[in-house]
T-cell receptor, first 115, second 111 residues
């Protein structure tokens, strides 16, 4: 138990569906992250939020839309996805997004399958 | 951020020490060495990090060479639950550097 929870753990959606992934951290951290991990590939950073402001967007397609309503919650809204978007989506948090307090704590991930 | 080089896979006998090497020959003075691991189908787990001194915590020890061009993560008494992919990452804390995950080393602990 890392203090970072993600729901749902598994999601199957069609290409025309709209769904949302949820992440919650119980660590009092100020920064939150979304990563994508496709099969046999390294983790790819998608978005970084610091104090509820988006500070990084790694050229992610607009069909992925993040939302950070407060420092404890992070969402990833999904719409009109493609089959190649099937992956493990991981959320993480850290005390800061820069500086020394940067150890990131990861949730268990959401396994997404796009059909 | 500097790149790291790790062997793709290693085996270790249960109960023995697992020594995982990492080369980071282009590391700069402001870059820390971080280690994470990822057990199959789980999120990565932070293990340890260091700048130039050796570090130890309840999970592992990190040995960094004097020239800082390489490091070794040591799991002193490996168990079957230590089977995972281990990632060595360097990060520049002055520039808010991201954690860039490579392919890591797949450690298999065998009975």
């Amino acid at each position: 138990e890392t203090g970072v929870t993600q729901t749902p753990r598994h999601l199957v959606m069609g290409m025309t569906n709209k769904k949302s992934l949820k992440c919650e951290q119980h660590l009092g951290h100020n920064a939150m992250y979304w990563y994508k991990q496709s099969a046999k590939k390294p983790l790819e950073l998608m978005f970084v939020y610091s104090l509820e402001e988006r500070v990084e967007n790694n050229s992610v397609p607009s069909r992925f839309s993040p939302e950070c309503p407060n420092s404890s919650h992070l969402f990833l809204h999904l719409h009109t996805l493609q089959p190649e978007d099937s992956a493990l989506y991981l959320c993480a948090s850290s005390q800061d997004s820069t500086g020394l307090n940067y150890e990131q704590y990861f949730g268990p991930g959401t396994r997404l399958t796009v059909t | 951020d500097a790149k790291t080089t790790q062997p793709p896979s290693m085996d270790c006998a249960e109960g023995r020490a697992a020594n995982l090497p990492c080369n980071h020959s282009t590391i700069s003075g402001n870059e820390y060495v971080y280690w994470y691991r990822q057990i199959h189908s789980q999120g990565p787990q932070y293990i340890i990090h260091g700048l130039k001194n050796n570090e130890t915590n309840e999970m592992a020890s990190l040995i960094i060479t004097e020239d800082r061009k390489s490091s070794t993560l040591i799991l002193p008494h490996a168990t079957l639950r230590d089977t995972a992919v281990y990632y060595c990452i360097v990060r520049d804390f002055n520039q808010g550097g991201k954690l860039i995950f490579g392919q890591g080393t797949e450690l298999s602990v065998k009975p």
